[in-house]
């Protein structure tokens, strides 16, 4: 049974950064592909950012192109959403998930295993 725990949430001004890290246990994370969602209140689950098992091939929301990078390290079991220049909108819980397909999707419901979510707020 595959089990994610992200952490690096936290509370941060507008323009700063955040990294949030998720780990993999269970099974082996090379054969999952990774992403990040968000959920703000009120509103439903968000793609972020997802990388191939490999690490070669990343995707990103148009919302966060050029200021998120997601990356793994497939000898940590651990995937990473580097946050930079965030914004007020970006105040989210923050989900890591693993896709048992090679190539991940933005679509939550292709996801099999999901982490309990880390929070993120920024202020103006």
């Known amino acids: 049974q595959v089990q994610l725990v992200e952490s690096g949430g936290g509370l941060v001004q507008a323009g700063g950064s955040l990294r949030l890290s998720c780990t993999l246990s269970?099974?082996?994370?090379?054969?999952?592909?990774m992403g990040w969602f968000r959920q703000a209140p009120g509103k439903e689950r968000q793609f972020v950012a997802r990388i191939t098992w490999s690490g070669g091939t990343s995707y990103y929301a148009d919302s966060v192109k050029g200021r998120f990078t997601i990356s793994r390290d497939n000898a940590k079991n651990t995937v990473y959403l580097q946050m930079n220049r965030l914004k007020p909108e970006d105040t989210a819980v923050y989900f890591c998930a693993a896709s048992g397909s090679w190539y991940g999707s933005e679509r939550p419901g292709n996801y099999d295993s999901w982490g309990q979510g880390t929070q993120v707020t920024v202020s103006s």
């Open positions: 269970g099974r082996t994370f090379s054969n999952y592909a």
